[in-house]
């Protein structure tokens, strides 16, 4: 059985330091080769405190603007598409409380649902409303949307969200 102690130099914040090793029962080539491998490796940790290169810091803003491309087009993208969501979302609240005003006004008077165009729900949102049927069965069409050319009427390819139902005469 072997027995070797060596010291060793690292550099650690404060400059060099020596640093005793301890190893039992291992050969000598093997203890010189960890103490070589734990000084390279304490002489790359030197170089990279030396600090980079020109062509290195260009090849590195080069992949940095190369991968930054991609990744600001997909947050335009995701903003876009989270303002259709919100437009959709918005139109979707309006429709079901139109929907549901019409249904609690035909319990009394159900004769009163008519059909209506362009009517301002809320801001520069519109409602189409379409009421078909007999006397006694209703359908009800009601198409909520955002108009954003600013015309007053609700253009086909304005139209956000499109609800249907039927209603009966109560008694």
């Not at 027995?3 to 690292?10: D, L």
């Not at 930054?68 to 959709?88: C, F, M, W, Y």
């Not at 189409?128 to 006397?135: A, C, L, P």
């Not at 209703?138 to 499109?162: C, F, H, M, P, Y």
Request: a positive charge; hydrophobic letters at 40%; one cysteine or more.
């Amino acid at each position: 059985m072997h027995f070797a102690i060596k010291k060793i130099k690292r550099q650690n914040q404060k400059g060099l330091t020596s640093t005793p090793i301890c190893i039992v029962g291992e050969k000598r080539k093997n203890v010189q080769k960890r103490v070589r491998g734990q000084i390279n490796s304490s002489m790359a940790i030197n170089k990279l405190v030396r600090g980079l290169t020109l062509p290195e810091v260009v090849v590195a803003a080069a992949l940095l603007l190369i991968a930054l491309v991609p990744i600001l087009k997909g947050l335009t993208q995701a903003h876009l598409n989270s303002i259709i969501i919100e437009r959709k979302t918005q139109s979707l609240c309006l429709a079901q409380a139109k929907l549901n005003n019409i249904q609690a006004r035909s319990i009394y008077n159900f004769d009163s649902i008519s059909s209506q165009s362009g009517e301002v729900l809320s801001g520069s949102y519109l409602c189409n409303t379409t009421v078909s049927g007999s006397n006694n069965l209703k359908a009800v069409k009601v198409e909520v949307g955002q108009d954003r050319n600013s015309n007053g009427s609700l253009d086909s390819d304005e139209i956000e969200i499109t609800l249907q139902t039927q209603i009966g005469r109560r008694w």
